[in-house]
């Protein structure tokens, strides 16, 4: 691995996959989902939004931290599938006459989905990738397909209170940030097998830590404070 890999290993290496999943769970977020989840109370159109509002997050017009705070925010008072059309419009409508294409797609693919489909895409993750994939006619690897596995994941802790994690065999979704560090999936993968954490965990470690301001970062806890801190020194080393 380059000099860069080894010394953000270096400082990746103090984490825990647990502190990784504590992360995330402070990430704005996966806390925005838990404010949709609460003002919903509908388990089976919760896991729907997330799932179409990701596979529609691309070219956004603003951070992806205030993104999904502003759909959050939309859907819990319009609580229809339906409304995606007049949120996409309002809210993520760069490039819009190709998102309205994809969107049309995408709600035909998420909507007509069981109940149990999506517990078993909650148990099985991998398995959702393949259904994207597969009817996106997308490679496996595709940002915004792991990036929806990973909302997806977030939304089924959320929905089930149950410690799901994904498995190795996801990519981290390599988006602009990550690509300031290095734009190469098999960096990423390497990393994450040395680490011990799977691509789409090390994502909230890496990702999450970026876009870090000081005041998150000092409502952490005290044991992931410092962790963090010293991260954000060494990615600021790294991409400066």
């Known amino acids: 691995m380059t000099d860069k890999g080894e010394k953000l290993f270096k400082a990746l290496s103090e984490f825990t996959l647990e502190d990784a999943l504590r992360l995330e769970e402070l990430d704005r977020q996966y806390r925005a989902l838990e404010r949709l989840h609460s003002a919903l109370g509908n388990n089976e159109l919760f896991l729907k ?10 070219q956004l ?6 993104y999904w705070e502003t759909f959050a925010g939309f859907f ?3 609580k229809d599938l339906q409304r995606f059309e007049e949120f996409i419009r309002t809210y993520n409508n760069r490039f819009l006459s190709g998102k309205l294409r994809r969107l049309k797609r995408v709600l035909s693919l998420i909507e007509n989905l069981s109940g149990e489909h999506l517990v078993q895409f909650c148990r099985h993750p991998e398995a959702l990738l393949e259904y994207l994939s597969r009817n996106l006619k997308q490679p496996k690897d595709a940002k915004t ?4 596995v990973k909302m997806f994941i977030y939304a089924c802790r959320i929905a089930t209170g149950k410690p799901i994690m994904a498995p190795f065999g996801i990519d981290i979704p ?17 990393l994450a097998r040395r680490l011990g954490i799977p691509p789409l965990h090390l994502d909230a470690l890496v990702w999450v830590t970026m876009g870090a301001d ?4 000092e409502n952490l806890p ?14 600021k080393e790294l991409v400066p």
Do not use: C, H, Q
Not at 61 to 66: H, L, V, Y
Not at 179 to 187: P, V
Not at 225 to 232: A, G, I, T, Y
């Open 214 to 217: 000081k005041r998150f970062i």
């Open 222 to 235: 005290e044991d992931l404070k410092e962790k963090v801190s010293n991260l954000k020194r060494t990615l």
């Open 76 to 78: 819990s008072e319009k």
């Open 49 to 58: 939004l997330v799932l179409v509002n990701a596979l529609m997050s691309y």
């Open 174 to 190: 390599l988006d602009v940030r990550l690509k300031k560090i290095a734009d190469d999936l098999g960096f990423w993968r390497s």
């Open 145 to 148: 397909l792991v990036f929806a």
């Open 61 to 66: 017009p603003m951070r992806g931290e205030r």
